[in-house]
């Protein structure tokens, strides 16, 4: 039989958006001749409108043929579309260089799930961390009452120039309508698989003339503590702690905090520390470096 990992689904990927794939083997003898079955079944999601082709895939010197298939748009009025979508939406989609981007996605369920997975969005030169937990509320959208899960995310472009952030997949199970089996004692499912638009992003390198570190944070501080009382004595250590706080950038973006300190006195620095966390849809970082004088 062939191997399981031989499917490579990088030539779909220009037109499409390549959902899981999964694959089987099958046995049969007929007559004393064995024949022996791979398949391989994966869900593409057209990345636009349009006539594509989904080019021929070759496993283990086998090819399929080219299969040509034209995208049409969703109609509004189809409920069977509309049972269960994903939107997205971005807070700025101009924005400089290591700048935080809020990303918002929602996943509109017009019935209960018996299980699903919410992939999270992907985009070149950047990094991208969940803020919080999900959200989870009830909305009517066209008269019709939707459960609303809601993920946000942090962006952090790395690079400068045009980025598409890829919608993020959502495959689930949910009870397949119309069906015969009303008594029993397993219930049929089907899956469903829905993916989130897409959004195109420009990222504005750093301004020219900048010649300090760079930070595009709505929220920069920078906190000192020393020890209670006025005066010090000479040859005991005082330590001293500075404390570097920015909203909206990751740990690489904070610069080192500059030592200003006469020549007479000697400085035994400690490790600094790093942390992150989650506030008020965003990424607050702080620095801390203790100093002994």
């Given at each position: 039989s062939a191997d399981r990992d031989a499917f490579d689904s990088s030539p779909l990927l220009k037109d499409f958006v390549v959902g899981r794939t999964s694959v089987s083997s099958q046995t049969s003898i007929v007559n004393f001749d064995t024949k022996r079955t791979t398949v391989w079944t994966t869900t593409l999601f057209p990345r636009k409108e349009g006539t594509f082709?989904?080019?021929?895939?070759?496993?283990?010197?086998?090819?399929?043929?080219?299969?040509?298939?034209?995208?049409?748009?969703?109609?509004?009025?189809?409920?069977?579309?509309?049972?269960?979508?994903?939107?997205?939406?971005?807070?700025?989609?101009?924005?400089?260089?290591?700048?935080?981007?809020?990303?918002?996605?929602?996943?509109?369920?017009?019935?209960?799930i018996e299980r699903g997975s919410l992939q999270a969005p992907e985009m070149q030169n950047a990094e991208i961390t969940q803020l919080g937990e999900d959200k989870q509320y009830t909305e009517i959208v066209n008269g019709r009452r939707y459960q609303i899960i809601e993920r946000q995310f942090a962006v952090?472009?790395?690079?400068?120039?045009?980025?598409?952030?890829?919608?993020?997949?959502?495959?689930?199970?949910?009870?397949?309508a119309n069906t015969n089996q009303r008594f029993g004692f397993f219930n049929r499912t089907q899956q469903i698989n829905r993916v989130g638009p897409d959004i195109t992003v420009n990222i504005k390198p750093i301004p020219q003339g900048i010649d300090y570190p760079w930070l595009p944070s709505?929220?920069?501080?920078?906190?000192?503590e020393w020890p209670q009382g006025d005066s010090f004595v000479a040859g005991e250590p005082v330590t001293r702690i500075v404390t570097?706080?920015?909203?909206?950038?990751?740990?690489?973006?904070?610069?080192?905090?500059?030592?200003?300190?006469p020549p007479n006195f000697k400085l035994y620095p400690d490790q600094s520390n790093t942390t992150t966390v989650e506030k008020d849809q965003s990424l607050i970082l702080q620095r801390q470096t203790s100093l002994a004088i």
């Open positions: 082709t989904i080019p021929s895939l070759t496993i283990e010197g086998k090819s399929t043929k080219p299969i040509q298939v034209e995208v049409i748009p969703v109609q509004e009025q189809s409920n069977v579309a509309r049972d269960y979508f994903v939107t997205t939406d971005i807070d700025l989609k101009e924005a400089y260089l290591n700048q935080q981007l809020l990303y918002t996605v929602k996943l509109f369920l017009s019935s209960n952090v472009p790395q690079a400068s120039g045009e980025f598409t952030l890829r919608g993020p997949i959502f495959t689930g199970e949910v009870m397949a709505e929220m920069v501080r920078v906190d000192e570097l706080t920015a909203l909206g950038v990751v740990e690489e973006q904070l610069p080192d905090i500059p030592e200003f300190y």
